[in-house]
DNA sequence: AATGAATGAGAATTCATTCAT
DNA sequence: GATGAATGAATTCTCATTCAT
């Protein structure tokens, strides 16, 4: 079910750039999602017009009309691109990373971390994601579920493990992700008042950490003193 | 500095009322701001037309116009309007309750009930914000501080009066009000996975539970069971 | 069956101006209907701009979307006026004569001369019909069949008053229809040879002239001698 | 002045392929006007784009511009090709066929099947001759001139023969012509009436049919019977 | 010779805003 | 005070045409 939405709407997006050499559709894409990205963030999907964005991007606003079918499917390939960004950056910060409870603060990390390098794109998802058609809010909302289940499996490994009570995981992943949001949707207040890292361990720990276990509570402090070590 | 700026917004909405009937004015604004809402909520700022909203609201479009300078100056009301009615919540809530710890209940659960009740306003403010000329998303700004300082007062007494431990405040603060937004923001996924009642002890209590001290923790159980009684 | 497509097709054009005051509308329509036929007559339907055709009505550009859906309904608007205005001739030119005879001549001369006098108008509808959308053809297909009928009564009524053989009728009828027509479409030529005058009698009741009995051959010389005398 | 006029036309069109093989430049010419009929005739000059006809003929869209300067030329070279072909029917119908008579009924029956069989290429070309320029369009009357005059041809023998009354010669041919033309324009109502043999015989042949002189009666008759004979 | 990527001029359409009634 | 007709600026999207490869 899920499937056959997502191609009807990719199909569209593919149909105008059948015949055309792959390499270049992609990097015209690319070169097209992040001028949008920009002028979208500036002003709004709205305010943004086509030419304003070809001319961000360097190019004429008709070739625009040869990579993307129309402007709506501009929006969502940014919002795709921004959640995909999100998403991406969790398993590469993991990779390697054995034990439960280190995935779980990693993941939280890096999370946090990628969405404060991309701040104004994730203010996008937040203003525009209803000026896409159904079909694709729906397409950005799997994408978003996609991206909690990451964390999600890092929370309940810690609870198998028994550094965490058990606890209704998925509504804690939605207080991690949104804190995480937070960061950006409320950055012009909280960066006044704390620096990233210090939201990162006032905020955004402290989603977790009165779940843990005395187990959980011991693990953490190796992990602190660790990272702390290795850092200095 | 920031009254000035707030006048000169507001001298341009009530310029073009002048020798009206101030009472007039008044039901005909909220007219025009209640229908703003619902076309704004329903469609966007950009999608919903003058036409659509004076119609919504049973009046001809050429009617908005002799009550409001312009479509921009429409949407700052209807921000005002929703920002300002989930703040006069809480004060009401408050009425009459003495304790600090009590008090900070009955705010955390009255401002998230009101953005509960406002589901589709407060996305309006989040995603509408924006299209708003940078005088106006000032004042909308110090609006938003207002209400947070409503709350910062329940949290500033409950750490005088040895319930909570010293902490962050403003950034606490910040966890509340962006949780509770998050029932607004990610209600299409919070509600199938919980109740409102349960998001609230879930998600909102959380963020300060941990912080309580010991005689915090004590008051916390007989303002519970009196809850619980009262409630039976 | 037809009047299903009809009602869809009429709907459409009526939607835009549910509450408008009809008389206006009406105005505005045929305002904006003769300015389009120019335009569309003089450089065709996708040369002529609306804005052409705005200036031609003398109103702005944005009015002609206050009354007409689209283009295409503007086109075929004109197409529906030409073909009923061609139609409406008919049973005015046939008003009060009763003898079968007189009313094949004169439908068939009142015809010609609607047609001759609509020259470009009718060009338009050979030139734009196949612009239309399908659901609009159908419709310009019925009309043209309509118009058709008024003459083929004649005709029939001819046979059974035993002035004409009997024949294929409605294959009659449409050469004398497409041969009215050829003034028309053929104009640049046939006006060089002929008048209008000689072209209805040489051309126009040829078709019908060589089906007569000897008892419409007699009628005829009558309504000739009549038709003579009294011009003279 | 009318092969000025026709050479200056036709020198644009050959400068662009003046230093080209003049067989490709033939077969390229013949590959396009083929594909460029299918495409105007299925949705008309306006709609159908370079790039569809360039992919009709199996073509890039940059190519087309070496062998047309632009796509009005590619138009006249598909309606003179139309009407070209539909001359060029005639005299090979003629080829060996003696009798006066004879000459008028293999040309306007030769004539009428040409146009029956290329339809919608002769809608085309009544649809779109206006969207040429001025001087195309003289071009193409002249060649409409050409073809008519070989049909007068006919009918003119024929009242030398003593086969025919004397007549308006052009206007009776363009009867004829036009008649022939109404098949294609009027096939949608025609073609459920009637079968191509049945209208060459009602509509066409009933053109000059009652012109005839007893010695045409007869000559005619022994025609059918030879004819008839032949095919049985 | 052939390609197809890029351009940019142009057209339909929408809608905030004005203003005569 | 209220209306809604009229305006015109602004935007999306298309496509003939060019040109580097």
Redesign the interface.
Known sequence: MHSKVKNRAEDKVKSIVEDKDPELVTKRRMQLVEAAIGQFSRV????ATIKDIADAAGVSAGLVYQYIPDKQDLLFLCLQHIVERNKREIPAALEGVKDPLSRLVVAVESYTRVIAANRNAV?LT???T??LKPEYVALM?RM??DTNALIAACVEDCVKAGYLIPT?I??LV??II??AH?WA??Y???RP??TLNQ?IE??MH?CW??LMTPAGQKRYDQIKNTSTKRKS
């Open positions: 709004g999907y709205y305010v203010l937040y203003r525009e209803k000026s909302k978003e579920l209704h998925e509504l939605y207080r949104t804190n937070a949707l409320k012009w207040r909280l008042i704390v939201y006032l905020s402290s950490m009165p």
